[in-house]
């Protein structure tokens, strides 16, 4: 008896299949990015299945109602919270012994009459430094070694600045203009 019943179940199925029609070209790209509404896209279907050989009408379940509640949003304290930049902007330095000031580099007995040589040397070529990039008003510590790490004693040569040197070349004639020696 079970097997009668699973016969006339076949039966039904292959005359619903038989019903269908299941198209073998895949879709093209008007169908596959049609912009519609869901409310249209729904008419669509029902269209279609009107025009199929059964006309029955095709029921979209309702759509529940998320609430019937006012919109309460929410109301978090005002949370603020003070981030620390990983690098610094600064005016520029024009005496800045980078080896030693920053890097921590010491050279022991000699190093106290190294600095005042480098300090000279910065006083003296100045005009020089203002004149390189005039327009630079800041520098930044971005792209510099972390204080404290192991770095190499390096030696900073000054970079050629057509501005520059014609600054410093001015310089030295107004001090011998003014102090004719």
Known sequence: M??????????EFQQEASNLSVPLEPPGPERLFRLESERSWMQRVEQQHLQGPEHDRVEF??????????????????????????????????FNQINSERYGWDLGIIHPIVSAGIFYWDLIML???CGTEPFRKYECSAGYCLPGDPVPLLLYPPEFSVT??????????????????
């Open 2 to 11: 079970g097997g009668l019943g699973g016969m006339a179940g076949n039966a």
């Open 61 to 94: 379940p309702e759509e529940p109602a998320v609430s019937t509640d006012r919109y309460q949003p929410r109301s978090f304290p005002r949370a603020t919270e003070l981030v620390e930049p990983n690098y610094v902007c600064y005016k520029r330095l024009y």
């Open 127 to 129: 005009p020089y430094h």
């Open 164 to 181: 520059g040197t014609v600054l410093e070349a001015g310089t030295i004639v107004s001090l011998f203009a003014i102090f004719p020696g």
